[in-house]
C-alpha cells in the first residue's frame, strides 16, 4: 500500500490560499484519496473511480 508521502497530492482549485479549507486528492491505482491539507499526516479517504465521480457529480 502506498503511503501519504509518496502520493501526488493535488490541492482543490475551491481552496484558499491563506491556510483554510484546504481539500488535497491524489490518484492511487483504481481509486482517488482525499485529505485535508492542514494534516497531511493524518487521515484519508478512498474513492473508487466511479465513487469519486459521483461524489463530484452531486457537489457541483
Known sequence: METS???VWHKSSYSDN???ACVE???V???????DSKDPNGSTLRFTRSAWSRFVRSTR
Open 25 to 27: 486528492v491524489a490518484e
Open 5 to 7: 508521502d509518496r502520493l
Open 29 to 35: 491505482d483504481t481509486s482517488i484519496a482525499v485529505r
Open 18 to 20: 491563506n491556510g483554510g
